[in-house]
């Protein structure tokens, strides 16, 4: 255990930490140079298509440090006396035999978009230590904080680096300064790196060896061979042949294959089938020890026995002073919870029990999807879904598609609001726009976020605009550095979830980022937006909106659905109508099939009754007919 390191590499979102995660699997030989790519743990397409990591990936390397690093015993930043290692100057043999062994290296490579928080937390809670990367050109960003404060919160030994120092633009003295003053380090505990070019990340590796400590508990203590076998699973996914595989960090004991385990939190019992390590496929083993990161292959089918947060062991009960006691589970993970909610119908009626399989194995790789069952008069059956934001909401739609060989239909996006008052009871969350009723309430409340903006002081004006255009209250800024900002504000969840981040984006010169946290609800002036397409109201683009914005909002999407959806064979009225009355309306027109084509010569009147007759047709069609929403269409709308 004294020579395993876990950690985990955090940033903002393209700041380099796939990059760097690749020098660390070439510089130790962990990938064959033939087999090597950039981005390597990258395992998805949509991961490489998008530039951005979506799953975290665990990876067993093996290090050799050099001849100047020796084991002594010093406390860590927590007060607890452990194992560490720290240069030295000397060269004595004990130093270069200790140099010679090779030391374990569990690296979790995390993502950096806010949507995928979640992801970043359960992988915090399963090491010992993080390597905080902030890009040299620019500077700490608003996830960087966000990521920070959550290694803060698990006791993380910190390794602060600041890559892309090769770059013409890198402001490296600038960065540095603000990470000193972040961290309350020395500047002498900042590394410099190119994750591109490898400069100063093999120094990078050296101090993870020396400035991360071994393996603890969860919790606090020092890690037991000895002790009854307990392991945390941060996360899972399902194999057709072993069933679903847990990814575990063992805090105390020792696993062997053929081991008889238990769920602690779903009371399940399962067999060992395989163990093994992340390298970064799955390698099988035949133990999996304490301090060390791994998989077990369950053999279970059923995709709620196997829960992220739970803790493994290979008994219930262990004897303690002559008495039997129950093992104490180790701390889990709070619940995520959920911001952002749309249906999921599937285009073939017939696959609804497949779409709810497939959510359910969607769900053990990405323990952040919530789902319940709902029905719409027009989709049918399908699935109320909940995200941590609309690139989470897109990214499990597209993978659903994908890995499942599913075509749904993802319908309009919305936040939960609470009903003060009305038929389903006092203060009753509703996820769906088209549950608001007509009235009978006293308000509706809608939720709130507290947001903090970082950007360029030169950017300030247009975000101030662009916050007050999001109806944000309370508005306040303060330096970040020397010419970036922090503006802060309370901003409607609603308004920052749909285009906020491009808009920002747009208004910074590509500079600025932000995060946010919820923080209550509040009553508004809210009405329900319907809109409806050929005098049928779809339940799938209906909407919550201020009231001074439903008819710009209204006009905005029945000029896009025009644009959008296919022609008929006869004309189609799509309108926007909220509180009662219709507040805009467009045609989208019929299409002409022309009935008189193979008609030639001979009296007018001919073609004049095959017009009437097309005519009358056409009249049926529209009192009768239907309109089918592609999905496409739902898509479209979803991106805005």
Known sequence: MERIRN???????????????????ELTGTVEKRKMREQFLDQMDLERERGITIKMQPVRMMYRPSASIKSINRPDQSGLDQNVLTKRSDS???????????????????????????????????????????DATQGIQAQTVANLELARREGLALLPAVNKI?????????????????????????????????????????????????????????????????????????????????????FEGLFQKGDSINFIATERRADVLELGYFSPALQP??????????????????????????????????????KTVEIEPLPGYEEPRPVVFASFYPEDPEAFEKLRESLAKAQLNDGAISFAPESSPSLGRGFRVGCLGMLHLEIAGERLRREYGLAVVVTSPSVAYRLEG?????????SSAARVPDGGYRAIAEPWARVEVYTPQRSLGAVMELLRQARAVGIEHHYRGEARLAVAADVP??????????????????????????????????????????????????????????????????????????????????????????????????LKKDV???????DRTRKMKLWKKQKRGKARLEIRGRVVIPSDVFLQLLRR
Request: proline share 5%.
């Open 7 to 25: 950690f985990v590499i955090i940033s903002h979102v393209d700041h380099g930490k796939s990059t760097l995660a690749d020098r660390f699997l």
């Open 92 to 134: 004595s043999s004990e130093a270069i035999h200790q140099a010679e062994r090779f030391f374990i290296l569990n690296l979790i490579d995390t993502p950096g978009h806010a949507d995928f928080t979640y992801e970043v937390s359960r992988a915090l809670a399963a090491v010992e230590g993080a390597i905080l990367l902030v």
């Open 166 to 250: 090769d770059l013409p633009a890198a402001r490296v003295e600038e960065v540095e300064g603000e990470l000193v003053r972040e961290l309350g380090c020395d500047r002498g505990d900042v590394l410099k790196i190119s994750a591109k070019t490898g400069e100063g990340v093999a120094a990078l590796l050296e101090a993870i060896v020396g400035r991360i400590p071994p393996p603890r508990v969860r919790g606090g203590g020092p890690t037991r061979t000895g002790a009854v076998p307990r392991a945390l699973i941060f996360d899972s996914h399902f194999d057709p042949f072993h069933g679903i595989i847990a990814h575990v960090r063992v």
């Open 285 to 322: 083993a035949g133990t999996l020890g304490a301090g060390e990161i791994g998989y077990i292959a369950t053999g279970l089918k059923q995709p709620e026995a196997v829960r992220v947060g739970d803790t493994v062991v290979n008994s219930r009960t262990q004897e303690a002073g002559g």
């Open 422 to 430: 009305g038929p389903y009871g006092e203060g009753t969350l509703v």
């Open 493 to 590: 969840l609603a308004d920052i979830l749909a285009d906020f981040s491009d808009a920002l984006k747009r208004v910074t010169e590509g500079y600025g980022s932000f995060r946010y946290e919820l923080v209550g609800y509040r009553p508004g002036d809210l009405v329900r937006l319907d809109i409806l397409i050929a005098d049928r109201r779809e339940e799938a683009l209906s909407r919550v909106v201020p009231r001074d914005r439903a008819y710009r909002e209204g006009r905005a999407i029945i000029e896009k659905l025009k644009a959008l959806l296919p022609r008929q064979l006869f004309a189609v009225s799509i309108q926007a109508a909220a509180a009662g009355r219709i507040l805009a309306r467009e045609t989208l027109p019929a």
């Open 596 to 602: 008189t084509g193979y008609l030639y010569g001979g």
